[in-house]
């Protein structure tokens, strides 16, 4: 089992922009087992879509009095620092981390190294579906998709069940620019 430590992270969006995050649900992997996990809901500062707030149960009214981007950042930033950050659909989410920190103008680091399940899948476990969903049925992972607690814990254990099968995540490694 590798000895990295991994950051595995979900967010949820207000609306189709996806440029501020309404929630997100933080995951650590160390040594083959979730350690740690973390979630915060987020006032995006931004208007809720209606698609949105469907798919997510979170409104504008739900993120009253929850810490903004900027605040939620100093209590998360040093944790997100601390290993291979790590999402189902990478992508989406390390582009919704990159454009909330461009949009608050907080410096951090220019590239990160990260993973995407979904890609680690589509190598290791070719012919099914890898939506979030159908791989938990598969591994019969508990999950209340959409909620980005939730999400988090189900690619951290899709993850740890990758590596359980012998998958190296060093092999799937790549460098995301959060600039």
């Avoid at 995951?27 to 996990?37: D, Q």
């Avoid at 798919?55 to 998360?76: A, C, D, H, N």
């Avoid at 099914?128 to 814990?153: K, T, V």
Wanted: proline residues 5%.
């Amino acid at each position: 089992m590798p000895d990295e430590r991994y950051i595995v992270f979900d967010v949820e969006t207000p609306n189709r922009y996806n440029n501020r995050m309404s929630a997100i649900g933080i995951s650590i992997v160390e040594s083959g087992s979730i350690t740690g996990e973390f979630f915060s809901l987020v006032d995006p500062e931004q208007p809720f879509d209606w698609f949105n707030t469907r798919l997510t149960g979170i409104s504008e009214e739900t993120v009253l009095g929850q810490p903004t981007f900027p605040e939620l950042w100093k209590q998360i930033e040093t944790l997100m620092s601390s290993g291979i950050l790590v999402a189902h659909n990478a992508g989406f989410d390390m582009g919704v981390l990159r454009r909330c920190l461009a949009a608050y103008e907080i410096p951090w680091k220019s590239s990160v190294r990260g993973l995407c399940t979904v890609v680690m899948g589509r190598k290791l476990l070719p012919g099914i579906s890898h939506r979030l969903n159908d791989l938990c049925d598969y591994y019969g992972i508990c999950l209340n998709h959409h909620q980005a607690d939730s999400d988090s814990h189900a690619a951290a254990e899709i993850l740890i069940r990758y590596m359980e099968g012998g998958a190296d995540p060093q092999q799937f490694l790549r460098t995301y620019s959060m600039t």
